[in-house]
């Protein structure tokens, strides 16, 4: 199940990024050394009663400063309507009701989302004071007194996020549907894969509502299977500009990813891979998700000797932590070796979801330390008692040994990379946890 989103919109100045901080606390996801993420802080994870949630930072989306206040938060309205499952509406109560409140109020009541009104800067705890009686006038509900600066009121206010999540609706698939995101940056060609798919091999296709407007979910089944095609292609929509245009689709992805069991991460071949592929393509290695690497317009590439296997090799040098993820050449205007794309979607999920029985795992690890013995510092060395798995999608195994300290990374990646000769994971990143257990001689 994917987490929910909450989205906090709001005219510059209300608080926003303070309101955003507070409720991720230490826990900013996107700000931690992972190659290809972008370190802008756009969203966070939050947890709230026992539920992690997505919260989302529009300030960190606003159009360039010259543009007039009403203009940012109508886009703001509208990046939330799109993505977010709950929206905040933060207002000042120091600076009462405003036309940009109004405006903005109006839009968010023709929306079928959930909307919680706050009202920021209530800074005495207690009554609130009588001005909040005056937003009630916006047509959203009762308003909730908080102060993002002084943390006061967040608690309620998480609890009525938590209460509006029992009110979505959860979409209910078969268990043998594989959901595929198609992500990228800008004309890479999803679209126009989505298309070919559907267009040329379709069997049974139905809209499933997404969590987007201009974005919908594909239902679509052929004799390799049953997909919902998660289309992130919508990110120009029509008579909309949005300035921050790489923010834009970089969120976009992420919410797509979220949904996804396997990620189709479309590079254009006759730009290679960018600085924004490389962020798009971190999130997903991230989110633990089944990877394929998906090389369009291949059909524009002047061929040579071993053009294709030069071409993979610079890839894998820019997305070096992706090396576990197959690489597809083809032409989503042609329709060159679309087809296998099916079967690979149908590995990698399996790859993705697999489990290793715990007597099996831990003979790979005994023949793993005996082939290269586990490291030593100042005398002491390390040892590595046995490992389990206790989760799939990703792969997740914890590892007891006598010290983590002596559990240097390269020997993590060193048992990584043997469990994946034995057991592929072809298309799937691998999660180690390492727990400290004495034995018996500590």
Not at 170 to 197: F, M, Q, W, Y
Not at 429 to 434: A, Q, T
């Amino acid at each position: 199940m994917s987490k929910k989103v909450v989205a906090i919109v709001g005219r510059p100045n209300v608080g926003k990024s303070t309101l955003f901080n507070v409720l991720a606390g230490e826990k900013i996801a996107i700000i931690k050394d992972i190659p290809g993420v972008t370190r802008d802080r756009i969203y966070a994870n939050c947890q709230w009663r026992g539920t992690t949630f997505q919260v989302i930072d529009t300030g960190g989306i606003e159009p360039e400063s010259d543009d007039i206040i009403l203009k940012q938060m109508r886009r703001q309205a509208e990046l939330a309507m799109d993505i977010a499952d709950v929206i905040v509406f933060i207002t000042d109560v120091k600076a009462g009701v405003t036309v940009s409140d109004e405006e903005v109020a109006q839009m968010l009541r023709k929306t079928k989302k959930p909307v919680i009104l706050v009202c920021n800067k209530c800074d005495r705890v207690g009554a609130p004071p009588d001005e909040i009686y005056e937003f009630y006038s916006l047509g959203l509900g009762e308003p909730y007194p908080i102060s993002a600066g002084k943390k006061l009121g967040i608690g309620e206010l998480l609890d009525a996020i938590y209460d509006n999540f029992d009110n979505i609706e959860s979409e209910e698939e078969d268990d043998e549907t594989i959901r595929v995101a198609v992500i990228g940056k800008p004309n890479a060609g999803k679209s126009s894969l989505i298309n070919k798919i559907l267009g040329e091999e379709r069997v049974i296709v139905s809209d499933i509502a997404g969590t987007t407007r201009d974005s919908i979910d594909t239902y679509f089944e052929n004799k390799y299977g049953k997909y919902i095609f998660v289309d992130t292609a919508g990110i120009r929509r029509k008579n909309k500009v949005y300035d921050n245009l790489e923010k834009y689709s970089v969120l976009k992805a992420k919410s797509a990813i979220e949904k996804a069991n396997v990620c189709l991460i479309m590079i254009d071949a006759t730009e290679g891979v960018t600085e924004q592929d490389e962020k798009i393509a971190g999130i997903a290695h991230e989110a633990g998700k089944g990877v394929i690497i998906v090389i369009n317009k291949w059909d524009l590439i002047e061929k040579e000797t071993n053009t294709m296997e030069k071409y993979k090799r610079q890839v894998y040098e820019k997305l070096a932590y992706l090396s576990y993820a197959p690489i597809i050449f083809i032409s989503a205007i042609t329709g060159q070796r679309i087809e296998k794309l099916f079967s690979m979607i149908n590995e990698i999920d399996k790859q993705n979801s697999q489990r290793v029985p715990t007597g099996l795992l831990n003979d790979v690890l005994a023949e793993a330390v005996t082939i290269t013995q586990p490291p030593s510092d100042k005398g002491r060395r390390l040892k590595v008692y046995y490992m389990t798995q206790v989760s799939v999608r990703p792969p997740t195994f914890v590892i007891f040994v006598n010290s983590k300290q002596l559990m240097h990374f390269s020997y993590v990646r060193y048992i990584e990379n043997h469990l994946r000769k034995q057991f592929s994971f072809k298309g799937t990143p691998i999660h180690m946890i390492i727990r400290e257990r004495k034995g018996k001689d500590e």
